[in-house]
């Protein structure tokens, strides 16, 4: 079953009880925070560990979760040592998540040096592997997105391969990889059991095809019906997050957003 959740990136500004009222309002059942960007809902490593509980209560109060938890680490660098220092990070943002009851964690990969791949994906797992244990203790799931250098599903598949761990798996975000020309019947084929969360945002592209801007769902040229079909048809349990980056303090219209959005998804996934 596919359920809807929202970043916290849709809504920067606003608190976790004025979050909670507006997934209430439009059916998100899913929040998923974006650390250090400074959202006032302050889901931070700094959170004291009643906070955290304070937190989790509060949204199984409302039969809501905390879906993912989306951080901006990276491990494609060649520095061993900066790897290890990601993965100490990766380690605390585990706890956070457990402490949450938060099932699944966002990473990336990063810039991609001028390496074979294939060495890199090597040692990319190998900076990741030694949390996993804690990962699994902790009932989260490491997922590698989509992203930055790392939008093809064939080069995330090849980490979660490498590390073959039941607590490391796939983000798709549905517009990146079709930003790199895969139709999503080549993606779902290519990694589609290995995908435990989903990004999604509709973009439409310049005149000369050279930018791509984020608009309302349906304005764009992002196919979200197929692959939430093909997941749907596979028996994916998972959330379809909006990400819609808005920037603190920018006075964004977050609510027309999460309307919208919920509605065209709602029917998408009917």
Not at 78 to 94: F, M
Not at 184 to 209: K, N, Q
Not at 239 to 266: C, M, R, T, W
């Amino acid at each position: 079953m596919i359920r809807l959740a929202t970043m916290s990136s849709v809504c920067p500004d606003w608190t976790i009880e004025e979050t909670i009222a507006s997934m209430k309002r439009h059916g998100y059942a899913g929040y998923e925070p974006r650390v250090e960007w400074g959202h006032r809902a302050g889901i931070e490593l700094t959170l004291a560990p009643a906070e955290r509980a304070a937190l989790r209560k509060r949204f199984q109060e409302e039969d809501l979760v905390f879906c993912c938890l989306a951080t901006g680490l990276k491990f494609a660098m060649q520095d061993p040592s900066e790897r290890a220092r990601q993965r100490e990070a990766l380690r605390r943002y585990i706890d956070l998540a457990g402490d949450l009851g938060c099932e699944r964690l966002r990473i990336f990969g990063g810039a991609i040096p001028g390496s074979e791949l294939s060495g890199v994906v090597r040692y990319v797992a190998e900076a990741i592997r030694p949390v996993l244990a804690d990962a699994q203790s902790r009932k989260v799931r490491v997922l590698l997105e989509t992203h930055d250098d790392w939008c093809r599903s064939a080069q995330v598949r090849a980490v979660v391969r490498e590390l073959n761990h039941p607590a490391f798996g796939a983000l798709w975000d549905l517009m990146h990889t079709q930003r790199f020309l895969e139709t999503p019947e080549e993606s779902f084929a290519t990694f589609g059991t290995y995908v435990g969360h989903l990004h999604v945002h509709d973009g439409r592209y310049s005149a000369d095809r050279l930018t791509l801007e984020t608009v309302a769902l349906g304005e764009g040229v992002i196919d979200h019906a197929g692959p939430l079909r093909l997941l749907q048809q596979a028996g994916f349990d998972g959330f379809a997050s909006l990400e819609v980056i808005h920037k603190v303090g920018a006075n964004a219209p977050a609510e027309a957003v999460l309307k919208q959005y919920a509605d065209g998804l709602k029917k998408m996934v009917r």
